[in-house]
Protein backbone atom coordinates (compact mmCIF):
# COMPACT_ATOMS: atom_id res chain seq x y z
CA UNK A 1 0.00 0.00 0.00
CA UNK A 2 0.95 3.27 -0.46
CA UNK A 3 2.51 5.63 2.22
CA UNK A 4 1.34 8.98 1.79
CA UNK A 5 2.12 11.88 4.80
CA UNK A 6 -1.19 13.94 5.48
CA UNK A 7 0.50 16.81 4.43
CA UNK A 8 1.73 15.90 1.14
CA UNK A 9 -1.73 13.61 -0.40
CA UNK A 10 -0.54 13.72 -3.38
CA UNK A 11 2.91 12.99 -4.03
CA UNK A 12 3.13 9.60 -3.59
CA UNK A 13 5.62 6.46 -4.31
CA UNK A 14 4.03 4.91 -7.00
CA UNK A 15 5.01 1.20 -8.31
CA UNK A 16 6.80 0.26 -4.88
CA UNK A 17 8.29 -3.35 -4.52
CA UNK A 18 5.73 -5.13 -1.81
CA UNK A 19 5.11 -8.93 -1.44
CA UNK A 20 2.04 -9.06 -3.46
CA UNK A 21 -0.21 -11.68 -1.34
CA UNK A 22 -3.73 -10.32 -1.62
CA UNK A 23 -5.36 -9.36 -5.60
CA UNK A 24 -4.12 -5.80 -7.06
CA UNK A 25 -6.36 -3.16 -8.54
CA UNK A 26 -4.48 -0.18 -10.41
CA UNK A 27 -6.15 2.87 -11.19
CA UNK A 28 -5.06 5.99 -13.51
CA UNK A 29 -5.23 9.70 -11.26
CA UNK A 30 -7.78 11.87 -11.61
CA UNK A 31 -7.80 15.03 -9.56
CA UNK A 32 -8.11 14.48 -5.88
CA UNK A 33 -11.71 16.25 -5.72
CA UNK A 34 -12.61 13.30 -7.66
CA UNK A 35 -10.49 10.46 -6.33
CA UNK A 36 -10.94 11.78 -2.55
CA UNK A 37 -12.34 8.28 -1.43
CA UNK A 38 -9.07 6.82 -3.36
CA UNK A 39 -6.91 8.91 -1.31
CA UNK A 40 -8.77 8.69 2.01
CA UNK A 41 -9.12 4.65 1.48
CA UNK A 42 -5.30 4.56 0.68
CA UNK A 43 -4.58 6.60 4.25
CA UNK A 44 -7.12 4.79 6.53
CA UNK A 45 -6.57 1.05 4.91
CA UNK A 46 -9.93 0.69 3.96
CA UNK A 47 -8.69 -1.10 0.67
CA UNK A 48 -6.58 -3.60 2.81
CA UNK A 49 -9.48 -4.46 5.15
CA UNK A 50 -11.58 -5.45 2.08
CA UNK A 51 -8.79 -7.64 1.00
CA UNK A 52 -7.48 -5.80 -1.85
CA UNK A 53 -3.68 -4.28 -2.75
CA UNK A 54 -5.09 -0.65 -4.24
CA UNK A 55 -2.24 1.48 -6.13
CA UNK A 56 -2.12 4.00 -8.04
CA UNK A 57 0.12 3.19 -11.71
CA UNK A 58 1.20 6.94 -12.16
CA UNK A 59 2.15 10.04 -10.40
CA UNK A 60 -0.62 12.44 -9.75
CA UNK A 61 1.69 15.52 -11.02
CA UNK A 62 2.50 13.64 -14.24
CA UNK A 63 -1.24 13.76 -15.19
CA UNK A 64 -1.32 17.45 -15.91
CA UNK A 65 0.75 17.28 -18.70
CA UNK A 66 -1.29 15.41 -20.73
CA UNK A 67 -5.17 17.31 -19.75
CA UNK A 68 -4.84 19.64 -22.93
CA UNK A 69 -5.18 16.89 -25.36
CA UNK A 70 -7.82 17.09 -27.84
CA UNK A 71 -7.30 13.07 -28.71
CA UNK A 72 -8.98 12.02 -25.21
CA UNK A 73 -7.23 8.45 -25.67
CA UNK A 74 -3.75 10.17 -25.14
CA UNK A 75 -5.06 11.58 -22.14
CA UNK A 76 -3.06 9.74 -19.10
CA UNK A 77 -6.12 8.24 -17.35
CA UNK A 78 -7.40 6.88 -20.56
CA UNK A 79 -4.00 6.07 -22.33
CA UNK A 80 -3.02 4.13 -18.74
CA UNK A 81 -6.05 2.24 -19.15
CA UNK A 82 -5.44 1.28 -23.11
CA UNK A 83 -1.96 0.49 -22.25
CA UNK A 84 -2.68 -1.88 -19.61
CA UNK A 85 -1.34 -0.18 -16.81
CA UNK A 86 -4.33 0.51 -15.26
CA UNK A 87 -7.81 -1.64 -14.04
CA UNK A 88 -9.98 1.41 -13.66
CA UNK A 89 -10.33 4.64 -13.83
CA UNK A 90 -12.75 7.14 -13.01
CA UNK A 91 -14.79 10.40 -15.15
CA UNK A 92 -17.95 12.11 -16.09
CA UNK A 93 -20.80 10.47 -16.96
CA UNK A 94 -20.81 11.15 -19.92
CA UNK A 95 -17.20 10.59 -20.60
CA UNK A 96 -17.24 7.07 -19.60
CA UNK A 97 -19.70 6.39 -22.48
CA UNK A 98 -17.34 7.79 -24.80
CA UNK A 99 -14.09 5.98 -23.30
CA UNK A 100 -15.77 3.16 -23.13
CA UNK A 101 -17.16 3.38 -26.46
CA UNK A 102 -13.69 4.76 -28.07
CA UNK A 103 -11.55 2.40 -26.54
CA UNK A 104 -10.05 -0.71 -27.89
CA UNK A 105 -9.16 -2.75 -24.86
CA UNK A 106 -12.62 -3.50 -23.79
CA UNK A 107 -13.73 -1.53 -20.49
CA UNK A 108 -17.31 -1.49 -18.77
CA UNK A 109 -19.12 1.26 -16.20
CA UNK A 110 -18.99 -0.39 -12.92
CA UNK A 111 -21.06 2.19 -10.87
CA UNK A 112 -21.50 6.22 -11.15
CA UNK A 113 -18.52 7.41 -8.54
CA UNK A 114 -19.29 8.71 -5.36
CA UNK A 115 -18.14 12.30 -5.81
CA UNK A 116 -21.16 14.56 -6.43
CA UNK A 117 -19.32 17.57 -7.80
CA UNK A 118 -20.76 20.99 -9.48
CA UNK A 119 -19.23 22.38 -12.76
CA UNK A 120 -20.06 26.37 -12.51
CA UNK A 121 -19.57 29.04 -15.68
CA UNK A 122 -17.81 31.83 -14.51
CA UNK A 123 -16.71 35.33 -14.89
CA UNK A 124 -15.04 38.27 -14.04
CA UNK A 125 -16.73 40.16 -16.52
CA UNK A 126 -19.48 42.35 -15.62
CA UNK A 127 -21.24 42.36 -18.58
CA UNK A 128 -22.22 38.85 -18.05
CA UNK A 129 -24.64 38.51 -15.20
CA UNK A 130 -26.89 35.35 -16.62
CA UNK A 131 -26.72 32.48 -18.44
CA UNK A 132 -28.50 34.23 -21.15
CA UNK A 133 -25.71 37.09 -21.50
CA UNK A 134 -23.73 34.09 -22.60
CA UNK A 135 -25.27 33.69 -26.24
CA UNK A 136 -22.64 33.81 -28.68
CA UNK A 137 -20.30 34.05 -26.60
CA UNK A 138 -17.23 31.60 -26.30
CA UNK A 139 -16.86 29.79 -23.05
CA UNK A 140 -13.61 27.87 -21.98
CA UNK A 141 -13.50 24.13 -21.48
CA UNK A 142 -12.16 20.77 -21.74
CA UNK A 143 -13.86 19.08 -24.34
CA UNK A 144 -15.26 15.50 -24.01
CA UNK A 145 -14.84 16.17 -20.21
CA UNK A 146 -17.38 17.47 -17.52
CA UNK A 147 -16.86 20.79 -17.92
CA UNK A 148 -17.46 20.00 -21.45
CA UNK A 149 -21.00 17.99 -21.44
CA UNK A 150 -22.05 20.29 -18.59
CA UNK A 151 -21.96 23.62 -20.38
CA UNK A 152 -23.58 22.17 -23.14
CA UNK A 153 -26.93 20.97 -20.61
CA UNK A 154 -26.60 23.97 -18.24
CA UNK A 155 -26.90 26.73 -21.23
CA UNK A 156 -29.50 24.76 -23.87
CA UNK A 157 -32.26 25.05 -22.40
CA UNK A 158 -31.68 29.52 -22.22
CA UNK A 159 -30.29 30.26 -25.01
CA UNK A 160 -30.48 27.54 -27.39
CA UNK A 161 -28.49 24.81 -28.74
CA UNK A 162 -27.52 27.17 -32.22
CA UNK A 163 -25.89 30.08 -29.83
CA UNK A 164 -23.88 27.70 -27.77
CA UNK A 165 -20.35 28.63 -28.25
CA UNK A 166 -17.17 26.56 -26.57
CA UNK A 167 -13.75 26.77 -26.80
CA UNK A 168 -11.30 24.12 -25.77
CA UNK A 169 -8.95 25.62 -23.33
CA UNK A 170 -7.84 22.39 -21.31
CA UNK A 171 -7.04 21.39 -17.40
CA UNK A 172 -8.79 23.57 -14.91
CA UNK A 173 -5.17 25.55 -14.39
CA UNK A 174 -5.13 26.59 -18.00
CA UNK A 175 -8.83 27.66 -17.47
CA UNK A 176 -8.02 29.46 -14.56
CA UNK A 177 -5.67 31.41 -16.02
CA UNK A 178 -7.64 32.24 -18.85
CA UNK A 179 -9.95 33.13 -16.77
CA UNK A 180 -7.78 35.90 -14.77
CA UNK A 181 -6.71 37.23 -18.68
CA UNK A 182 -10.30 37.14 -19.67
CA UNK A 183 -9.04 36.42 -23.18
CA UNK A 184 -9.38 34.75 -25.24
CA UNK A 185 -12.51 34.00 -23.67
CA UNK A 186 -14.59 35.61 -21.02
CA UNK A 187 -16.56 33.25 -19.05
CA UNK A 188 -14.94 29.33 -18.57
CA UNK A 189 -16.65 25.94 -16.85
CA UNK A 190 -14.43 24.92 -14.04
CA UNK A 191 -15.29 22.84 -10.87
CA UNK A 192 -12.99 22.28 -7.01
CA UNK A 193 -11.16 23.59 -5.96
CA UNK A 194 -11.05 26.40 -9.12
CA UNK A 195 -14.44 27.41 -8.06
CA UNK A 196 -13.80 28.81 -4.71
CA UNK A 197 -10.50 30.22 -5.61
CA UNK A 198 -12.51 31.90 -8.69
CA UNK A 199 -15.04 33.47 -6.12
CA UNK A 200 -11.99 33.96 -3.96
CA UNK A 201 -10.71 36.30 -6.62
CA UNK A 202 -13.61 38.45 -7.35
CA UNK A 203 -15.25 36.04 -10.15
CA UNK A 204 -19.18 35.66 -10.10
CA UNK A 205 -21.21 32.54 -11.59
CA UNK A 206 -23.55 32.89 -14.47
CA UNK A 207 -24.43 29.44 -13.81
CA UNK A 208 -23.95 25.59 -12.19
CA UNK A 209 -25.17 22.25 -12.20
CA UNK A 210 -24.49 19.03 -10.12
CA UNK A 211 -23.91 15.79 -11.39
CA UNK A 212 -21.92 11.99 -10.75
CA UNK A 213 -19.21 10.59 -12.53
CA UNK A 214 -18.31 6.81 -14.14
CA UNK A 215 -16.15 4.33 -12.54
CA UNK A 216 -15.03 3.04 -15.37
CA UNK A 217 -13.71 -0.68 -14.56
CA UNK A 218 -11.61 -3.90 -16.79
CA UNK A 219 -14.20 -6.37 -17.37
CA UNK A 220 -11.21 -9.30 -15.85
CA UNK A 221 -11.37 -7.84 -12.75
CA UNK A 222 -13.67 -10.45 -10.60
CA UNK A 223 -17.28 -9.18 -9.20
CA UNK A 224 -15.35 -10.00 -5.75
CA UNK A 225 -12.94 -7.53 -6.32
CA UNK A 226 -15.17 -4.79 -7.97
CA UNK A 227 -17.41 -5.08 -4.89
CA UNK A 228 -14.39 -5.13 -2.81
CA UNK A 229 -12.97 -2.00 -4.09
CA UNK A 230 -16.84 -0.25 -4.25
CA UNK A 231 -17.12 -1.50 -1.12
CA UNK A 232 -13.98 -0.21 0.32
CA UNK A 233 -15.30 3.23 -1.48
CA UNK A 234 -18.38 3.61 0.19
CA UNK A 235 -16.22 3.42 3.21
CA UNK A 236 -14.05 6.10 2.45
CA UNK A 237 -17.42 7.85 1.90
CA UNK A 238 -18.84 7.57 5.15
CA UNK A 239 -15.35 9.14 6.92
CA UNK A 240 -15.09 11.94 4.89
CA UNK A 241 -18.76 12.99 5.56
CA UNK A 242 -17.98 12.55 9.26
CA UNK A 243 -15.22 14.99 8.84
CA UNK A 244 -14.81 16.56 6.06
CA UNK A 245 -12.46 19.60 7.69
CA UNK A 246 -10.21 16.65 7.31
CA UNK A 247 -9.58 16.14 3.87
CA UNK A 248 -10.22 19.67 2.73
CA UNK A 249 -6.32 19.86 1.81
CA UNK A 250 -6.43 16.88 -1.04
CA UNK A 251 -8.61 18.94 -3.02
CA UNK A 252 -7.19 22.19 -2.77
CA UNK A 253 -3.56 20.84 -3.31
CA UNK A 254 -3.69 21.74 -7.11
CA UNK A 255 -3.96 25.46 -6.17
CA UNK A 256 -0.94 25.38 -5.12
CA UNK A 257 -1.20 27.83 -1.75
CA UNK A 258 -3.43 29.83 -3.31
CA UNK A 259 -6.51 28.48 -1.67
CA UNK A 260 -6.40 27.21 2.12
CA UNK A 261 -8.26 24.42 3.10
CA UNK A 262 -10.31 26.40 5.35
CA UNK A 263 -11.33 28.83 1.78
CA UNK A 264 -13.15 25.51 0.40
CA UNK A 265 -16.79 26.10 -0.03
CA UNK A 266 -18.70 23.31 0.96
CA UNK A 267 -21.51 24.07 -1.28
CA UNK A 268 -19.90 22.64 -4.66
CA UNK A 269 -18.68 18.95 -3.98
CA UNK A 270 -19.87 16.62 -1.83
CA UNK A 271 -19.89 12.45 -1.40
CA UNK A 272 -22.19 10.13 -1.35
CA UNK A 273 -21.90 5.92 -1.95
CA UNK A 274 -21.45 4.33 -5.25
CA UNK A 275 -24.55 3.88 -7.53
CA UNK A 276 -25.81 1.19 -9.48
CA UNK A 277 -25.84 2.73 -13.23
CA UNK A 278 -29.86 2.08 -13.62
CA UNK A 279 -31.10 1.48 -17.02
CA UNK A 280 -33.74 4.09 -17.20
CA UNK A 281 -30.82 6.75 -16.45
CA UNK A 282 -28.40 5.70 -19.00
CA UNK A 283 -30.85 5.67 -21.59
CA UNK A 284 -31.89 8.94 -20.63
CA UNK A 285 -27.66 10.20 -21.04
CA UNK A 286 -27.06 8.12 -24.30
CA UNK A 287 -30.07 9.31 -25.99
CA UNK A 288 -28.92 13.01 -24.57
CA UNK A 289 -25.31 12.59 -26.10
CA UNK A 290 -27.11 11.00 -29.39
CA UNK A 291 -29.01 14.12 -29.96
CA UNK A 292 -25.70 16.61 -30.01
CA UNK A 293 -23.93 13.95 -32.25
CA UNK A 294 -21.32 12.85 -29.25
CA UNK A 295 -22.28 9.04 -29.50
CA UNK A 296 -23.31 7.00 -32.80
CA UNK A 297 -25.57 4.96 -30.62
CA UNK A 298 -24.41 1.81 -31.93
CA UNK A 299 -24.37 0.61 -27.88
CA UNK A 300 -26.99 0.00 -25.36
CA UNK A 301 -27.25 -0.52 -21.26
CA UNK A 302 -25.96 -4.55 -21.81
CA UNK A 303 -22.59 -3.09 -23.62
CA UNK A 304 -21.72 -0.73 -21.64
CA UNK A 305 -22.20 -1.27 -17.82
CA UNK A 306 -21.06 -4.31 -16.03
CA UNK A 307 -24.02 -6.93 -15.94
Same mark, same amino acid.
Given at each position: ?14 NEM ?7 ? #? ?14 ? /????? &????? %? ?13 ? /? ?17 ? @??? &? ?29 ? @?? !? ?35 ? %? ?17 ? %? ?5 ? =? #? ?18 ? !? ?7 ? $?? %????LSV $? ?11 ? =? ?24 ? $????? &? =? ?5 ? !?????? &??? @?? @? ?17 ? =??
Amino acid at each position: MIDQPRRSPIFWRYNEMSQQTKPLI #RIAPNTPTFDLPVLVG /LEKGF &FDEAG %IEVRYSARYEDRNKT /LTEREVLSRMKESLYECGS @ADT &FNLCEWGGIDRVERGSRGARIAALRAAVTAQ @AI !LSFDESLQIPRDLAGVAVGLNEYTGSHYTTLQMLEGV %IGRDKIVTQHIGAPQARME %ILRKGSP =V #RAVTLMEPFISLALKEGAHI !LAATFYRGA $EV %ISPTLSV $EQRDAYLGAINKS =VDHINANFGRYAHYIVEPTKGRLAPE $ELSRA &F =VRYGHVH !LYDPEV &FNQ @AY @AWMQSWGLSKGKNDHDTIV =VS
